[in-house]
């Protein structure tokens, strides 16, 4: 085992890792992906948010063939979020991109939703049982477009290996965290590569992935993580481009 039975326990809420921080990855804008669908729903995300020290939110709606949002429709979204929100909370709008055939013929049109301050990370995901077909090749073009590649949850595919996390590491691939993942809400596998990615310092970045307020707030409150996973979250907590 990574971690010892007898360290103390601390409940995600209270490790601190909220305080100032930044949601990297979350489905709060409402009514467009399988997340968040009401505005007042949305709302009490943001609520909640401001209460447990959040600062700074990127809204990362799904972009796929299932589901396939558009650029000018999720920017009108945004907008009514933004006129309806007068909290504390900093939003900003990207996507969450799947590697799939419409994301290829999106990077040839160029019609991408960008993350980061300066626009220039891409936040993508891939299905959690099989890699897209040339995965590292995809990931490569995206950079040629001048986008550092951001790949999310990479905890959670079940295909990858210790392999694989090493070579996407290696190239520049940043990696983010998603924080429910720590706490066991996907699995023990999902909760076992976190650990282990989080202690070889691999995550970038890390983001709740709120799809629902409840199951965040349950996560956040009730799923205790030992003192030596807690000790290593600083690593992630602020990060600056």
Not at 133 to 138: A, E, P, Q, S, V
């Given at each position: ?6 360290s ?118 891939t ?16 950079k ?50 976190a650990?282990?990615?989080l ?17 965040f ?8 993580l030992k ?15």
């Amino acid at each position: 085992m990574l971690f010892s039975f007898f360290s103390t326990k601390k409940k995600l809420v209270n490790t601190g890792i909220f305080n100032g921080a930044t949601d990297w990855h979350s489905h709060i804008l409402p009514g467009v992906d399988d997340g968040i669908q009401t505005l007042e729903d949305s709302l009490a995300v943001l609520a909640c948010y401001e209460k447990i020290g959040i600062k700074e939110v990127w809204l990362t709606p799904h972009i796929m063939e299932d589901i396939p949002n558009t650029i000018d429709d999720l920017r009108a979204r945004f907008q009514e979020l933004q006129e309806a929100y007068h909290g504390t909370v900093k939003l900003n709008l990207a996507a969450e991109n799947m590697m799939d055939n419409l994301f290829s013929e999106r990077l040839d049109s160029k019609e991408l939703l960008p993350i980061g301050p300066k626009g220039d990370h891409l936040l993508v995901e891939t299905s959690y049982y099989q890699p897209p077909i040339d995965l590292y090749g995809t990931l490569e073009r995206v950079k040629e477009l001048g986008f550092t590649p951001i790949l999310a949850h990479p905890e959670r595919y079940r295909y990858m290996s210790d392999t694989d996390y090493n070579y996407l590491y290696s190239k520049g691939v940043k990696l983010q965290m998603n924080l429910m993942s720590l706490a066991g809400v996907y699995g023990d596998s999902a909760q076992e590569k976190a650990q282990m990615l989080l202690s070889k310092g691999y995550y970038t970045f890390f983001g709740s992935d709120l799809h629902h307020l409840p199951t965040f707030q349950k996560a956040i409150n009730a799923k205790a993580l030992k003192k030596d996973i807690v000790d290593l979250l600083p690593r992630i907590q602020n990060i600056i481009f």
